[in-house]
């Protein structure tokens, strides 16, 4: 398979049809999520997170926390 650039790429999706941009922008956004998903899980094993945690912690010790 040939790479193909960014400018080609580009060309490609805007030449597609309707139907078809449509299909291909809910597989890019599937993939995109699965990318976020993916980093946001390593982000939390590597502690990268863990602020989160002590914001929370601080939040409910002084009663300052909302129910949803």
């Known amino acids: 398979m040939d790479m193909q650039t960014i400018d ?3 060309l490609a999706i805007e030449s597609l049809p309707p139907k078809e ?6 597989w890019f956004l599937e993939k995109d999520w ?13 502690g990268l997170l863990d602020f989160f945690k002590m914001e929370v912690k ?3 010790l002084n009663g300052l926390l909302k129910t949803l």
């Not at 699965?34 to 590597?46: A, G, L, M, V």
Request: no cysteine; hydrophobic share 15%.
């Open 8 to 10: 080609e790429i580009k």
């Open 21 to 26: 941009y449509t299909q291909f922008r809910s």
């Open 34 to 46: 699965e990318k976020w998903d993916k980093q946001i899980q390593e982000d939390s094993e590597n």
């Open 58 to 60: 601080h939040e409910k």
